[in-house]
């Protein structure tokens, strides 16, 4: 397609995807004026629910996607598992960011690790793993422990199992059915940071505030800002983040994550194609979220302002706080700093991502005291 003019309020917009991240998409659309319309299989998608309309259906049914391109004036995506093809065959009917392109580089954790080091940006040491034999090759050179991941279709540490051995890999590229795998050497971990940035059609690249994360059994559970590295550290981050999105010619909203090991390395994890869970906390502690940002990038507008307006720390609630009953909402809604976002699913099951809740305070300490215990008090029995 030729380069848009800007797409204004009153226009509609496509999502595919909806889950969460479609969902307050959605909202930051609405809230514009604009309208919505979520391609999705679940009839009870979050995004769906209170799109303008949602096309109930695979991602690769033509005529479903024939449907969204002729609705909508823009397209885009919630997550990266959308197939690349999806995405082409749009962008010859419809405006499409990110490119089937950029999508392409992200999906498969072999192929982004390429690209990044054809970037000179440096990830922790990793073996592709396609057979026994590739496993047997690195046998005696590989530095354990490490980690098999997925290649594909993995998230939130689904797909991922901690090797201390090459009888370890072998064993573990059973237990994921043979698929294609990549084998990740451990690092010394101090800390874990990301940062959400929007690219335009032109390439100005705005970035919000980098955030510090706590994941908990390969999922987020907390994510604070401002983060607590250093001035160095963080503009190295910003470098990186901003050169990985001018490699892909990316049109968007998008994360990076990174490793920063005990010795100060600062190693990229992995690329995310969209807004990403630890941007959560611009929702509420910033002058523009990341789904506005999404939005604007969409249509061709300018970049609000990513400024951070208070400290803030973002608690992710999973299905494990339901429970047998619901969460106690009067403790947490007690306390006049914290910022409830619930995302409408209808079932409450372990590791599913239910919502968050963002604490805003004068200082990050005041910020992690109330977050504990809200978080603690949420769900006492």
Known sequence: M??????????????????????????????????????DPDTNSPAGIIADQH???????EDAL???????????????NIPATTLSF????????????????TQNRIIEKQFLESLGIIVAPYAAIRSADDINAIADTFQFPAILKAASFGYD??????????DDVHAAFTLLNGAECVLEQRINLEREVSIVLARSQSGDITNFPVAENVHINGILHSTTVPSSISEQQTHAVITMADKIANGLEYVGTMAVEFFISTEGNIL????????????????????????????????GLPSGNCDL??????????????????????????????????????????????????????????ATTVALKSFKDLQAD
């Open 268 to 299: 990229t994890n992995e690329i995310a194609p969209r807004p990403h869970n630890s941007g959560h906390f611009t929702l509420d502690a910033c002058e523009t979220s990341q789904f506005e940002q999404q939005v604007r990038m969409l249509c």
């Open 157 to 166: 540490g689904k797909g991922q199992v901690v090797c201390h051995n090459a």
């Open 55 to 61: 096309i109930c259906a695979k991602y690769t049914d």
């Open 309 to 366: 307006t208070s400290p803030v720390v973002m608690i992710n609630l999973l299905g494990d706080v339901w429970g047998q009953t619901q969460p106690h909402w009067d403790t947490l809604l007690s306390q006049p700093q914290n910022k409830l976002h619930l995302y409408g699913k209808k079932e409450a099951r372990p590791g599913r991502k239910m919502g968050h809740f963002n604490v805003l305070a004068p200082s990050v300490e005041q």
């Open 90 to 105: 749009l962008e010859a009917k419809t405006v499409v960011h990110p490119s089937s392109d950029a999508l392409s580089q």
């Open 2 to 39: 030729t380069k848009q003019t800007m797409i204004l309020p009153g226009a509609t917009l496509g999502m595919l995807g909806g889950g969460q991240l479609g969902r307050m998409f959605t909202t930051a659309a609405q809230i514009m004026g604009y309208k919505v319309v979520v391609l």
């Open 66 to 80: 024939i449907q969204l391109a002729d609705l909508c004036d823009a397209v885009t995506t919630e997550f990266e």
